[in-house]
């Protein structure tokens, strides 16, 4: 995950987060408890798919600030990180912002994929969850967790539950679990409360690790 930003609700929140926080707090005992804590702050979206999904490549394997050192150092590459422009870019001048040769070959795939148009970005807010992540993973470099976070952090689409997130797993374990180590089967069943909403149960999970809130 990557920089810290915060979203007043009155304004740029998803439609639906006030009525998610009523069904969750009324569903869950956590959420009850957990909810209030952090007052006005909810998701938020940088409103740029292709940016959503290299600031996800970049963060794979690596900790929040090396994520956030290395998309400084890549993103002073270029005036406007677009598809276009990572096309024109040296790969010896990605290499030396930080990334790995693998990443430089993801995110010069992502922006082929988007030059091209080989990704149907203006179709996708028609498509249900599964068709999009479908889309997605036949990317080079993204696999279902970057799909769904790009679901959550761009789309904000208000069901997505990321089994593969070390975070939720981590923060399941410490609100519902007292610490122990939970199954993804355990983490689904915890899930099944937040529905329609695991989106939004999925955030706060992730704020009681880290209060500061995260957008890719």
């Known amino acids: 995950m990557a920089a810290t930003e915060l979203l007043v609700i009155e304004t740029l929140a998803p439609t639906y987060w006030a009525d ?6 009324k569903k869950d005992r956590v959420m009850k408890r957990l909810i209030p804590q952090f007052g006005q702050h909810c998701l938020q979206s ?5 940016v959503t999904l290299a600031r996800s490549v970049v963060g794979q394997q690596i900790s929040v600030k090396a994520a956030q050192t290395v998309w400084d150092r ?25 990334l790995s040769a693998r990443k430089v070959e993801y995110i010069v795939d992502l922006a082929l994929h988007f030059d091209n148009g080989a990704v149907h970005v203006d179709a996708w807010t028609g498509m249900d969850d599964e068709a ?6 036949a990317i080079r470099g993204i696999g279902r967790w970057t799909a769904e976070m790009f679901l959550i952090f ?4 208000p ?37 329609p909403y695991r989106t939004v149960a999925t955030w706060y999970i992730w704020r009681s690790l880290d209060p500061l809130p995260v957008t890719y």
């Open 20 to 25: 998610a926080c009523k069904h969750l707090m």
């Open 46 to 50: 940088r409103g740029d798919a292709f």
């Open 74 to 98: 890549f993103a002073a590459l270029s005036e406007h990180i677009t598809p276009a422009q990572v096309l024109k870019l040296k790969i010896d001048d990605m290499r030396a912002a930080g």
């Open 132 to 137: 999009i992540i479908a889309e997605l993973v």
């Open 154 to 157: 761009h789309l904000m689409r």
């Open 159 to 195: 069901n997505v539950l990321p089994l593969d997130d070390v975070g939720l797993i981590n923060g399941i374990s410490k609100c519902y679990f007292s610490g122990d180590v939970v199954s993804r089967s355990d983490a689904r069943e915890v899930a099944l409360a937040w529905a």
